[in-house]
């Protein structure tokens, strides 16, 4: 699998900016069928940082209902990787890549 195609897109919001002060943490919108594996090999020749740890996350798809009668919208599903970095000090500027 190629790099970029395992990791789609960072996460950025709120919820995201404060898990970054407390330890170094990260989010990621990862591919289908990737793995925790390949997403920290991934990281590490992307970015050049190690990682410690990588927590895979499957949103289901959800529905919501339309003002007409009948119609469906849906929410696709999607993956989310969060990952965690070995030393504190490392930071991952997920706009630049190496």
Known sequence: ??????LQK???TEKTANMQLSKPRYAFQVAPDATKIDVKVAIRELYGVEVSDVNILNT?????YGK???MQIR???SKKAYVTLKNAS????VTLVK
């Open 90 to 93: 490392d930071t991952l500027d």
């Open 60 to 64: 289901r798809e959800k529905f919501k």
């Open 68 to 70: 007409k009668k009948g």
């Open 10 to 12: 960072p996460i950025v």
């Open 75 to 77: 929410k696709r599903t």
């Open 1 to 6: 699998m190629r790099l970029y195609k395992i």
